[in-house]
């Protein structure tokens, strides 16, 4: 990755000052600025050790190029998204989402907070490599007047705020009490307030960032401490945000956590009963449910599936002009309301479902969604490209796919964010979606690595 910055599911990412080196980001951030070119760009970053480091080797680009930089500071994805649409200026995020304090990534929006699509990060990619090589000339570099200005925006996270608490409508939420848990991440600042706006009471947890603590045992990749605050404090509900914020896992007031697909079958289930789910369509990845399918097909609306991606699920929203989709991670996009994931957007809108029908969250949600067990493997790979031409790999999935039939799936795909190869499996039964995945698990490291070593 040093060579190269290659876009992954959610944009470059990698080991900060390792394989996202200042050099490397740098020469990112010039050719952004020549791909996207805009008089400014928006810049926003979460709570990483790394991130002031590699914001400042970005904005360095950009400015190099001539474009001003507007430093948003400590924001959460979907806030510089935000800002981005409302400002009609490409935004840039300083983030690694749900991955440890080390990691750390670029993540990119267009004019219009919208996701670039897989053309334009190539063509990032290619300007990139001519910026890397002292061997091709470039343009030459503005001087004197003609450098961006780098320039500060202190009130950017009170107007993203206003937008996600103006996003229900006037209601409140009165007497509503609810945990957040930030994870020490990029909403550690904002979160209480959006929900506190709308009068509800809110404990906040995971709000005291030191640049490491980010995600660590928090936030929506562990809901323990989130569950136990729930019903410590008697409360409604809790909502989990990851790093950058932009997903969100709930717990219910019994301290039970919720999966995005449970969430999202909540989400179509009451936009189709008040007439607002457009097309009467839902949009999910491969990597949903089987049992979100069957919940769905029963209630009669119809689900229209994307690859692993908030950008696919956009994309699919837009195609069709529908308002309502999203992953089993917890991304889950209200295209009404947003042009990404939303975590905070996400748990109020939750908050609001709950109030208004008067009902606890875990009613809400009882038999709902009938889950087809599910397990996912993680297989650690040097090269997740050599996925695509494994032969004995793929013939495997065919023959473990044929003989679960229509009552079960296997999918494979290289990560976009790490190098594994994610291997899952659901199917009814005790024990087979675990041997199944477990199969394919060692198949995968075996020929992977095999073909690794040959070359």
């Avoid at 004019?111 to 061997?135: C, F, H, N």
């Avoid at 909502?239 to 919720?258: E, H």
Wanted: charged letters at 20%; hydrophobic letters at 45%; proline letters at 4%.
């Amino acid at each position: 990755m040093a060579a190269r910055a290659r876009f992954g599911t959610d944009g470059v990412r990698g080991v900060a000052n390792a394989d996202l080196t200042p050099e490397l980001v740098l020469g990112l951030g010039r050719a952004i600025a020549r791909h996207l070119p805009a008089t400014a760009f928006l810049v926003g970053r979460d709570t990483r050790r790394s991130g002031p480091m590699l914001q400042a080797a970005l904005a360095a680009g950009l400015a190099g190029e001539g474009a001003d930089v507007v430093d948003l500071g400590i924001l959460p994805t979907p806030a510089v998204a935000w800002c981005a649409a409302d400002r009609d200026l490409p935004g840039v995020v300083i983030s690694a989402s749900h991955n440890p304090f080390t990691d750390n990534g670029i993540k990119v929006f267009a004019r219009g907070g919208l996701k670039l699509s897989k053309d334009q990060e190539t063509a990032i990619e290619d300007e990139l490599a001519r910026v890397l090589d002292p061997e091709r000339s470039g343009p030459r570099s503005p001087e004197g007047h003609g450098v961006g200005w780098v320039t500060f925006d202190p009130a950017a996270g009170d107007r993203y705020v206003d937008h996600v608490a103006a996003a229900i409508g006037g209601r409140r939420l009165d007497g509503m009490r609810l945990v957040v848990d930030c994870a020490h991440g990029a909403a550690s600042k904002v979160a209480a307030e959006v929900y506190r706006r709308v009068g509800a009471e809110v404990v906040v947890i995971g709000d005291e960032p030191d640049g490491t603590n980010i995600n660590a045992g928090c936030g929506s990749n562990d809901t323990a401490t989130l569950a136990a605050a729930v019903i410590e404090h008697r409360a409604d509900l809790g909502l989990a945000l990851d790093g950058d914020a932009d997903r969100l896992c709930a717990v219910d007031a019994q301290g039970t956590a919720l999966s995005g697909d449970e969430l999202l079958a909540l989400f179509a289930v009451d936009l189709a009963s008040r007439g607002q789910l457009a097309g009467n369509t839902v949009v999910i990845t491969l990597m949903t449910n089987l049992g979100f399918r069957f919940a769905m097909e029963e209630r009669g609306i119809h689900v229209k599936e994307t690859p692993v991606g908030d950008r696919h699920v956009l994309a699919a929203l837009d195609a069709d002009g529908l308002a309502l989709g999203g992953e089993q991670s917890g991304h889950i996009i209200f295209r009404r309301l947003a042009t990404t994931g939303d975590g905070l957007l996400t748990g109020l809108v939750l908050a609001d479902l709950v109030d208004r029908r008067k009902q606890p969250l875990a009613d809400l949600v009882d038999g709902l969604v009938v889950r087809v067990p599910q397990v996912l493997v993680n297989v650690p790979v040097v090269d997740t490209e050599l996925l695509a031409e494994a032969g004995a790999v793929w013939s495997a999935v065919a023959e473990e796919q044929a003989l679960l039939g229509d009552s079960g799936r296997v999918v494979l795909r290289s990560s976009g964010t790490e190098s594994l190869v994610r291997v899952m499996v659901e199917a009814a039964g005790p024990g087979v979606a675990e041997a199944v995945a477990q199969r394919l698990g060692a198949l995968v490291g075996y020929e992977l690595q095999a073909a690794a070593a040959a070359g």
